[in-house]
C-alpha cells in the first residue's frame, strides 16, 4: 500500500514539474527554419562551371565592345587603316588543369583515398601529389578522373 501512494506522489511530482516547462508558441516554424540544405558536392560543381561561363561570356562582351570603340567614323581606324567585320572571337579553351577535383585522403591509412565520385577507397601509393589518375572504379570508356591530394 505504501509503494502505491509513494508511486502516486511520484507521478504527481514528475506531472507538476513537466507542467513547469515553457512550451514554445512557434515550434514547429522554428524548426524549419533551423534546418538548411547543404550543397552537393556536384551542385557546387554546377555552381562553380555556371560562374565561369558567365564570366567568359561578360569577358567576350567587353572585348567586343572594345573593339566597337576602336573603330572610328566608316570604320576607320586609330591607326588610319580600315577595318572589316570578322567573326566574333571564339573564347581560348580552358586547361584542364583546375577541372578535375582532389580526392580525399583516408584517415589513418597512408596512399590510400576516396574516389571524389562515389567515396570509394582507391590505392595510389607511390603516385605523387596533384598527379591525374583515373578512377579504377569506373570503366576506360567513362573516363573519370581525379587528382592525388
Same mark, same amino acid.
Given at each position: 500500500?505504501?509503494?502505491?501512494i509513494? %508511486?502516486?506522489?511520484a507521478?504527481?511530482?514528475? %506531472?507538476s514539474l513537466?507542467?513547469?516547462?515553457?512550451?514554445?508558441e512557434?515550434?514547429?516554424k522554428?524548426?524549419?527554419e533551423?534546418?538548411?540544405?547543404e550543397p552537393t %558536392?556536384?551542385e557546387? !560543381?554546377k555552381?562553380?562551371e555556371?560562374?565561369a561561363?558567365?564570366?567568359?561570356?561578360?569577358?567576350l !562582351?567587353?572585348?567586343?565592345?572594345?573593339?566597337?570603340?576602336e573603330?572610328?567614323p566608316e570604320?576607320? +581606324?586609330?591607326?588610319?587603316g580600315?577595318? +572589316?567585320p570578322?567573326?566574333?572571337?571564339?573564347?581560348e579553351?580552358?586547361?584542364?588543369g583546375g577541372d578535375?577535383?582532389?580526392?580525399n585522403?583516408?584517415?589513418?591509412k597512408?596512399?590510400? *583515398?576516396?574516389?571524389p565520385?562515389?567515396?570509394?577507397v *582507391?590505392?595510389v601509393?607511390d603516385?605523387?601529389?596533384? +598527379? %591525374?589518375?583515373?578512377?579504377p572504379t569506373?570503366?576506360?570508356?567513362e573516363?573519370?578522373?581525379?587528382?592525388?591530394?
Amino acid at each position: 500500500m505504501k509503494s502505491r501512494i509513494l %508511486l502516486g506522489f511520484a507521478a504527481i511530482g514528475c %506531472l507538476s514539474l513537466a507542467s513547469c516547462y515553457p512550451w514554445p508558441e512557434n515550434n514547429g516554424k522554428k524548426k524549419q527554419e533551423e534546418v538548411k540544405k547543404e550543397p552537393t %558536392l556536384e551542385e557546387l !560543381k554546377k555552381q562553380k562551371e555556371d560562374e565561369a561561363r558567365k564570366k567568359a561570356e561578360e569577358d567576350l !562582351k567587353k572585348k567586343a565592345e572594345e573593339n566597337k570603340n576602336e573603330v572610328g567614323p566608316e570604320g576607320a +581606324t586609330a591607326g588610319g587603316g580600315t577595318t +572589316t567585320p570578322g567573326p566574333d572571337p571564339q573564347p581560348e579553351p580552358k586547361s584542364h588543369g583546375g577541372d578535375y577535383p582532389f580526392a580525399n585522403k583516408v584517415p589513418g591509412k597512408e596512399g590510400f *583515398v576516396f574516389s571524389p565520385y562515389n567515396n570509394k577507397v *582507391v590505392d595510389v601509393r607511390d603516385i605523387p601529389s596533384g +598527379t %591525374l589518375v583515373m578512377d579504377p572504379t569506373y570503366p576506360p570508356s567513362e573516363k573519370k578522373y581525379f587528382r592525388v591530394p
